[in-house]
């Protein structure tokens, strides 16, 4: 590399490059986002990422990173998303500039024992990070459920808080779907979308005061060794009290997840955790994030794919799905793809035509019917 003075966008992300990141990126002076997740990196952070005055996004996740996260991160003004997960981070974690507002799942590490360590507020005050983590406990504390993430206990003091969580052996869903080295076959993503419908079912039904997650997507989905998935991440969840089932909340969850009524009047009921779920059924079968580039103007992941059926459904599938699924009977992979397709559709819908678990539940389980049959029959690829 050599110093590129006008440069703004770099995304090296799923690739395996190894060795240590190279200092001179922190003199790349207009750099606003870089991605260089999902690859080998070893060694420290450089130091010189605090020469990145323009730097609003930073990605470092699933990398073999160590040593402490540099202080000299803390005088760059315009960041707003940072991401360093699935490292080996040790010593202390800053707690000034961007850091005093860190309310993000963004800082994991993995204890002898096999837990994970997750910083969820780094404020000294009693201001919106320390609530979030407050809000997480309680949450977490008070539920259980087999695809819910397990808080085992927590820890505090003067500079920050922490979870310390189930140990999920695979990562996030985010992995699976878009790291070259991996890819679910159709039965694993049948399971994965039960597994979380599920999850929804407890947390909006089975709860004297419903939960509404408010962030729902594939990083806060995360895979135990047997591939189970459990829902994590409830930092910004809202407790709908006895009676009201809308709330108001002014802390948004993320773009191309949040339902319409979310993003534009802060309007949180269940049926908003349902249109998160919709776009993940869609993305688990395209492989398309709902903020992938291709989707500019009006043009958007749900225009793509209703575009597209019934006729051409085939078209709009992960080709990886495809490749593994190759000897199934192409009738009838198309058909199952395109119900799934379709019951994302309609969970994604307008708030009031959006359907209940319990019917998306009925569904799911309806199409692992089908795929298994299929497998009965003598078709590979499960």
Known sequence: MKKLDVIEYVDLSQNQIDGSIPSIIGAFQHLSYLDLSMNSFEEDIPQSFGDLKGLDMLNLSYNNLSGTIPKSLEVLSHLKYLNVSFNKPSGQIPYNGFFANFTAELFLGILSDGTIVVVKALNLQLDVAFKSFDVECKVLRTIRHRNLVKVISTCSN????????????????????????????????????????LALEYLHHDQSEPVVHCDLKPNNILLDEDMVAHMSDFGIAKILVENKDTTQTKTLGTLGYIAPEYGYEGKVSIKGDMYSYGIILLEMMTRKKPTDEMFVGELNLRLWINASLPDRTIEVVDDCLLRIEDERDAIDLQSVVLSILELGMKCSEEWDKRPETKDVLTALNKIKSTVLGNRNRGVRGL
Do not use: K, T, W
Not at 160 to 165: E, G, N, P, S
Not at 167 to 175: I, K
């Open 158 to 197: 003067p500079e920050f808080r922490a979870l310390i969580l189930q140990y999920m052996a695979n990562g996030s869903l985010e992995r699976y779907l878009y790291h070259q080295n991996y890819c679910l076959n159709l039965l694993q993503r049948v399971n994965i979308m039960i597994d979380v419908a």
